[in-house]
């Protein structure tokens, strides 16, 4: 790519600032989780999928949008409304409500939609009730299998890197997590399955674009007299080399997902703003978290080479005191 042709970018120079904006982010998500639970009584605004309720699916004439059903259930406070099938066919999720049945809750909505006189009939296609255990098992599952993705991570650049390639790619990970469960606190956005979906590619993601500059870190790392190197000077270098295609890689996957956010109706907006957040997060710690968290851990704890050379100086005393 031409715009980075011999990039000599200083990645890893302002890191500290990249710390404050990491740590600035993560705090606004937790506040933002607080004041969730403190107002609604949980840290997430949880969909149907998780609480429980009623689905309703309703088919309408032709030319009514789902903005024309919003506003005769509710305006801002209506339930969630997504385009299901056709164009005159929508999903209505409401909440929970004990000891009412879901037939009688299609007929209080269909009641409702046909009280607006821009919709006009409205036929109720099914209602039922949706339960929670099926929400609140898939929550155990998707964090079942974000820890195993951390442990499987560390695993494979362990045995493939150096073990603290594996712990530099967790924390970007969980910086990652964090930032974007923040975002879905701060503006109240649904959980649903198809959320959930969103951040577990993320994690992916994620983990996929650090790996790539790891890899460029190793190769280098593997060249003549590259272990005698600046560690700093080694890390940009290895950053700058992977720029373009790094660039190129989040440029094209965020043209095609703003292009899902605008084409893409309702039904799936909430996946693509998680996913376009999620490859802007991704692609920013993959840089400015991984890379400035395996030097900081490489000069607390030092290489896999410095380790051996200390177990070897270590061994010929221990040999001489035996034999004493």
């Given amino acids: 790519m031409r715009l980075f042709k011999d990039a000599k970018y200083d990645f890893i120079g302002p890191r500290r600032r990249a710390y404050i904006l990491s740590a600035s982010l993560v705090a606004v998500g937790i506040v933002a989780m607080v004041v969730n639970f403190a107002t609604m009584g949980s840290w997430l605004r949880y969909g149907v999928d998780f609480t429980g309720g009623t689905l309703v699916q309703v088919r309408v004439a032709e030319g009514v949008t789902d903005g024309m059903l919003r506003n005769a259930l509710g305006g801002a406070q209506a339930p969630a409304i997504t385009r299901f099938g056709s164009d005159s066919e929508f999903l209505i999720r409401t909440e929970l409500e004990e000891g009412v049945a879901a037939e009688e809750v299609g007929q209080r909505v269909r009641a409702q939609l046909e009280a607006s006189p821009e919709i006009g009939a409205v036929e109720v296609s099914r209602s039922e009730f949706v339960s929670a255990k099926i929400g609140s098992e898939l929550g155990a599952r998707a964090a079942t299998a974000i820890l195993i993705s951390f442990?499987?991570?560390?695993?494979?650049?362990?045995?493939?890197?150096?073990?603290?390639?594996?712990?530099?790619?967790?924390?970007?990970?969980?910086?990652?997590?964090?930032?974007?469960?923040?975002?879905?606190?701060?503006?109240?956005?649904?959980?649903?399955?198809?959320?959930?979906?969103?951040?577990?590619?993320?994690?992916?993601?994620?983990?996929?674009?650090?790996?790539?500059?790891?890899?460029?870190?190793?190769?280098?790392?593997?060249?003549?007299?590259?272990?005698?190197?600046?560690?700093?000077?080694?890390?940009?270098?290895?950053?700058?080399?992977?720029?373009?295609?790094?660039?190129?890689?989040?440029?094209?996957?965020?043209?095609?997902?703003?292009?899902?956010?605008i084409l893409g109706g309702a039904v799936i907006r909430d996946f693509t703003i998680v996913l376009i957040l999620g490859i802007v997060v991704g692609t920013y710690s993959s840089i400015f978290v991984a890379a400035p968290a395996l030097l900081e851990i490489q000069r607390r704890w030092g290489t896999k080479e410095e380790a051996q050379r200390k177990k070897e100086l270590k061994r010929p005393r221990g040999k001489e005191a035996v034999s004493v």
Avoid: C, M, Q
């Fill in 151 to 261: 442990f499987l991570t560390l695993v494979y650049l362990g045995f493939r890197f150096e073990v603290r390639f594996g712990w530099a790619a967790i924390v970007a990970t969980a910086h990652d997590l964090l930032v974007t469960l923040g975002f879905l606190a701060l503006f109240r956005v649904e959980i649903s399955l198809s959320t959930v979906a969103a951040v577990l590619t993320v994690i992916g993601y994620s983990l996929n674009d650090t790996i790539i500059v790891f890899d460029r870190i190793r190769e280098n790392l593997s060249k003549k007299g590259a272990r005698r190197e600046n560690p700093v000077e080694l890390i940009n270098r290895s950053i700058n080399e992977v720029i373009p295609r790094t660039v190129l890689t989040s440029g094209t996957t965020l043209a095609v997902l703003t292009a899902l956010l």
